[in-house]
């Protein structure tokens, strides 16, 4: 059985046996080799990527088609990359020590997550007790539904205005998204090599909602927060976000693009107290 998965080669639970029995994955396919596992023995070398849990699906439905308002659209590739809709949602926390989001299709299907890599203890001890992180490096890893990296988005420390490199997970560059200006509405450049290919424009003051634009100012995707209600969103951290890209974009603007909703809010968010 051959699948397309950038999951390592190793010792999995066999999806073609028993449920004690483990197969050896090549890296790109399953073999004939299979072993007993041995409840007492040391786990497998390596742990099978797992999918994360599901959140319910009419829950992201209502989020997409009545709190964004985006009605129901053909169904896409199943990946981060070929789908028309990303719904991306912040993990609900008190107190924000690290980045986290789940990123789901209009029907509830997870498509990947974004997580906060690289923090200090130091790092997460000064975000408990100060507003200080805004003003230090913040790096998030975008990574497919069975946890495998596909961007890297850096935000070097700042004083005023963002600025967001991303990259291949290999280091190879995609490009930069670059706040423009701290007063009125909020835009970013998108830049690929020096060279503007698009931006992010907010539609209000207070940011909540952005049109995404290519170089010739047409619109190609748009940002919508979602409202969670007074009381969640007073007393955490979540922020929702429904990410919709009206056609297929080529490279590197799709990969700009797709990462446009996790960069407003990761360089705003800890901006939130001057911009409310």
Do not use: C
Request: proline share 7%.
């Amino acid at each position: 059985m051959t699948t397309q998965s950038n999951t390592p080669a190793g010792w999995y639970p066999d999806p073609q046996g028993a449920p004690q029995s483990l197969r050896w994955w090549d890296g790109s396919q399953w073999t004939e080799h299979t072993h007993a596992q041995n409840p007492a023995a040391q786990q497998p070398q390596a742990q099978a990527p797992q999918p994360q849990p599901q959140p319910q699906p009419h829950a992201v439905q209502r989020q997409v088609q009545q709190q964004a308002g985006i009605a129901p659209t053909a169904q896409g590739g199943g990946s981060l990359f070929t789908e028309p809709v990303l719904v991306v949602n912040q993990k609900a926390k008190l107190i924000e020590l690290t980045n986290e989001y789940s990123v789901m299709d209009q029907n509830g299907n997870v498509l990947g997550s974004v997580t906060e890599i690289g923090q200090s203890s130091l790092k997460k001890a000064l975000r408990f007790v100060s507003s200080v992180d805004q003003f230090m490096t913040h790096k998030l890893e975008i990574r497919d539904a069975y946890g495998q990296p596909q961007l890297v988005l850096t935000r070097p420390a700042k004083f005023m205005k963002s600025r967001v490199v991303v990259e291949r997970p290999d280091g190879s560059p995609v490009g930069e998204i670059v706040q423009q200006n701290v007063i009125g509405k909020i835009n970013f450049a998108m830049n690929v090599n020096g060279q503007q290919v698009g931006a992010i424009k907010a539609e209000n003051w207070r940011a909540w909602n952005f049109a995404i634009v290519d170089h010739a100012e047409q619109e190609v995707a748009r940002i919508t927060k979602t409202w969670e209600g007074l009381a969640k969103t007073m007393f955490t951290t979540a922020d929702n976000y429904v990410l919709q890209i009206h056609f297929q974009l080529p490279e590197p603007l799709l990969s700009l693009v797709v990462a446009t909703a996790l960069t407003v809010d990761t360089a705003l968010k800890q901006d939130s107290r001057g911009l409310g």
